[in-house]
Nanobody, 123 residues
Framework: QVKLVESGGGSVQAGGSLRLSCAAS????????MAWFRQAPGRERERVAA???????NYADSVKGRFTISQDNAKKILYLEMTSLKPEDTAMYYC?????????????????WGQGTQVTVSS
């Protein structure tokens, strides 16, 4: 069964840190591109970080220098390390996988999604 399962969300104060995890089934983990998206109420879903099968990473400007995407190949887990969190980072965070040959900045480019994990940052 194709599956992505996120964990690690929670509530923190501004300046704090969280690490999100996404456990992936074997098939998805071999995808060309895996990414973390987030969606705040009333806003569009945006990609915050992505990593290709060649370990190339890309970050949204709003999280550069604060978030780090990585993967544990042995455990087939995708991570998002988030530091110096700000209230504007508050959102539902989703991991996603794209099996094509392009790491799209758009949610439409990703075929598989997890159920999401909530991150709330208070000031």
């Amino acid at each position: 069964q194709v599956k992505l399962v996120e964990s690690g969300g929670g509530s923190v104060q501004a300046g704090g840190s969280l690490r999100l995890s996404c456990a992936a089934s074997t098939y998805i983990y071999s995808a060309y591109c895996m990414a973390w998206f987030r969606q705040a109420p009333g806003r569009e879903r945006e990609r915050v970080a992505a990593i290709t099968k060649y370990s190339t990473t890309n970050y949204a400007d709003s999280v550069k220098g604060r978030f780090t995407i990585s993967q544990d190949n042995a455990k087939k887990i995708l991570y998002l390390e988030m530091t110096s969190l700000k209230p504007e980072d508050t959102a539902m965070y989703y991991c996603a996988a794209a099996v094509g040959s392009y790491c799209s900045p758009s949610p439409a480019g990703f075929s598989y999604w997890g159920q999401g994990t909530q991150v709330t940052v208070s000031s």
